[in-house]
């Protein structure tokens, strides 16, 4: 539809029909009956006129093909103009077929394997009626602690800017051509914005950081999912600077509508607009409308805040009919961008055979992203498996279709591939103790695995969490494994030391006793649908693991928040005062991490040689050629990211030790070498000044080029 003919059809717009635009709810208040449904906020008392509910602009949340067919056929029968209802859902890491989380995917450092996952998401959920995705989630998290880490792409701004804007691309392809390409489907970027530092890592808690981290740290990945054209962004619950995010001007008009020119949908997260009263910034819902109105937010997800206050507000004169038009015009653009008013149904099958979803082609790619996505955080000498071995496969997580993870939307545990399954494959002889409970190992349990890890060459143990225990409202103040299980890899390691452990777990935990006591640990994460034979690919060596960590895992919860790019402080640890009293350090636990932001093993051996710096002075328009060589000299094929950090060693504010500035992906042959070249320009210098402006200094600044955060310093340059 034309643009001027959406203006046109906003004048036949009553008031009523203009407000209902900005409601969104779930799928059960189509139901006659009145739908159970996860209703939270002051909904309860929401009584609605069934022309009310033939209003409303949006539904999230629909399951099937024939729910959200159902539910557009019966708006468009009710609804006066024949407006089409937006459909959104949280895919996250997949619609059925589930692919790794997140921070599993981030693992891979691939923009590439990000973008594929999120377009064959967008084929299947689209294929299902899906208008709009609530992905990527763009937070920056630095506390293991919040659940909802699974869903994120990590503690570093480059890493997580570049792999939200591929996710972006992913769901949209080109964002002007939605209305043409219906196995694509709109990118709702949340949460706008620092619900990753919320404090302790406790969900839903309080958010306070200077205005130079929202700057520096929160905002450039969600500049990066704008630059690549999403469609929409979601405010977050928290507040920023005191005032919940939904209802601050400065944040929504400011930064994201003025700043980052963002103008598009900007809908609240489910009941954030009634939650500030909670907060304590709205003494009603009318108040609580008023704030998130003038704020600019387009669509109220879940309370009725704007269903039953806006058309009183517009008569007390507290907000004009042109501020609800241009939230009523944001819907409507969406909606005419995705080609709803010409296809409501988006080229739906209907109620026809899938045809793609769920389909061969997309579990093989599943497989091979699950396999990029597993980090080998040791490995003495077990891996990869030697296929003469007798193996036993022990423990909680060996038989377990839990490795989907949270937010899989409708993917199945059942369709799930476990890990014995897979293996059985592989070891037609495997010997099996497989365990019920995460949390203790009954006797008859122990008697067999004694049993088993006696007679088997090597044990694989499998461990971990339950999807439940990542996630939203997922926090832990402990994030060891239970007791339990750090038991039982120090019981089967008195009785056979060749124990490889492979975890399944939504977040980094605290793992020292568990790699104390295996020979082998791979970092599985929650590894989807495919998961059972993407670990068995990466234990046999079908596979080569090159993933790395996109989040720093702690010794010690009391290490939290630990971070690579921290700052150094007055007192820094350094190798040559770690005696000392007075620095800044723990009395009874080291600095360090136990596995750093970057840190990933691989089963060859790279090495890093011949150096050459072009020169060690850059100047505004010259740059800096930085060449390396890297060879495998082990003997299998294998791919390595080398990673360059930048520190700046004086500027006007405090400049993290180490920051990531680039990285390169190589695959080599054994044997074989391969130059890799990074240009360092005065663009990659820039920080945020205390004036909040982007610009460059003159000055020294450190080089580090390696394969994790720890690598070591090659050069120092000065720009002059
Ligand atoms: C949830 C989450 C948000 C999600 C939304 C819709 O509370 O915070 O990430 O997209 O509600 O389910």
């Known amino acids: 539809m034309e643009k001027k003919q959406l203006h046109k059809l906003l004048e036949q717009m009553t008031v009523e029909e203009k407000i209902g635009q900005l409601v969104q709810l779930t799928p059960n208040f189509f139901e006659e009956t009145d739908g159970e449904g996860e209703i939270t906020g002051p909904l309860m008392e929401w009584g609605m006129s069934k022309q009310e509910l033939y209003n409303i602009g949006s539904v999230l949340g629909t399951h099937t093909i024939s729910q959200t067919h159902q539910i557009q056929a019966a708006y468009l029968k009710n609804n006066r103009l024949g407006i089409p209802l937006l459909f959104m859902a949280d895919v996250i890491h997949g619609y059925e077929t589930i692919f790794p989380i997140p921070i599993a995917l981030a693992s891979s450092w691939s923009p590439e394997l990000i973008e594929e996952m999120a377009s ?293 545990q059942s369709q799930a591939v476990t890990l014995k399954d897979a293996l059985k494959k592989e070891y037609p002889d495997l010997l099996t103790a497989e365990t019920d409970s995460l949390t203790k190992i009954t006797s008859d349990e122990w008697e067999t695995i004694k049993r088993v890890a006696a007679k088997a060459d090597i044990v694989i143990l499998a461990l971990g969490e339950s999807s439940e225990e990542s996630g939203e409202a997922a926090s832990k103040a402990t994030i060891r494994l239970p007791e339990a299980q750090e038991q039982l890899v120090k019981s089967i390691k008195a009785i056979n030391p060749n124990i490889v452990t492979v975890l399944f777990n939504g977040r980094p935990l605290v793992l020292e006793e568990i790699a104390e006591n295996s020979s082998s640990l791979l970092e599985a994460w929650f590894p989807g649908t495919q998961g059972g034979p993407a670990i068995v690919d990466i234990l046999v060596g079908r596979v080569n693991p090159s993933a790395k960590l996109p989040m720093s895992f702690p010794r010690n919860t009391g290490q939290i928040p630990i971070y690579y790019n921290h700052m150094s402080t007055g007192r820094p640890v350094t190798q040559q005062n770690k005696q000392e009293k007075y620095i800044s350090k723990y009395i009874d636990v080291a600095n360090e991490p136990l596995y750093p932001f970057g840190y990933g093993l691989t089963y060859t051996s790279f090495i890093i040689e011949d150096i050459k710096v072009s020169s060690t002075q850059l100047t505004e328009d010259t740059k800096i050629i930085i060449t390396v060589n890297v060879t495998n000299i082990g003997r299998m094929i294998g791919k390595e990211i080398i990673q360059l950090y930048l520190h700046d060693v004086s500027a006007e504010v405090v400049r993290p030790v180490k920051e990531l500035k680039k990285f390169r992906t190589v695959l080599l042959e054994p044997n074989q070498m391969q130059e890799v070249k990074f240009e360092i320009t005065v663009e990659d210098l820039v920080y945020i000044h205390p004036d909040l402006k982007k610009s460059a200094d003159k000055g020294f600044f450190e080089i580090f080029i390696g394969t994790e955060s720890r690598a070591p310093k090659i050069t120092e340059i000065e720009y002059v």
């Open 120 to 412: 064959l998401s967008a084929v299947e959920s689209a294929e299902a009626g899906v208008h709009v995705t609530f992905s990527p989630m763009a937070d920056l998290v630095r506390d293991p602690r919040w659940g909802r880490v699974m869903e994120s792409s990590g503690e570093d701004t480059y890493l997580n800017s570049l792999l939200t804007a591929a996710y972006v691309r992913g769901y949209q392809g080109n964002p002007n051509k939605l209305n043409e390409n219906f196995n694509k489907i709109a990118a709702c970027v949340k949460h706008f914005i620092g619900y990753g530092a919320s404090e302790a890592g406790r969900d839903y808690n309080t958010v306070d950081f200077s205005d130079l981290a929202l700057y520096q740290d929160h905002l450039p990945s969600f500049e990066a999912a704008l630059n690549a054209g999403a469609k929409l962004v979601m405010t977050s619950f928290n507040t920023i600077k005191g005032i919940p995010a939904s209802g601050s001007q400065w944040l929504l008009k400011e930064v994201l509508r003025n700043d980052l020119n963002f103008q598009g949908l900007l809908i609240s997260d489910w009941a954030a607009i009634a939650e500030m009263i909670t907060h304590g910034v709205a003494v009603d819902k009318k108040e609580a409308a008023l704030k998130a109105l003038s704020a600019s937010v387009d669509m109220d997800m879940m309370t009725d805040c704007y269903q039953s206050s806006l058309k009183e507000l517009l008569k007390e004169g507290k907000i004009t009919e042109t501020t609800v038009d241009q939230a009523v015009l944001h819907v409507l653009q969406l909606k005419n961008d995705l080609g709803l008013f010409e296809d409501p149904y988006r080229g739906m099958k209907g109620k026809q055979q899938k045809a793609v979803t769920f389909s061969d082609s997309i579990q093989s790619t599943a497989r091979e992203l699950a396999a990029q996505s597993m980090v080998l955080l040791k490995n003495e000498h077990l891996l990869p498996l030697n296929s003469k071995k007798t193996v036993a496969l022990i423990g909680p997580k060996a038989a377990s279709q839990d490795i989907l993870g949270a937010w899989s939307w409708i993917g199945k």
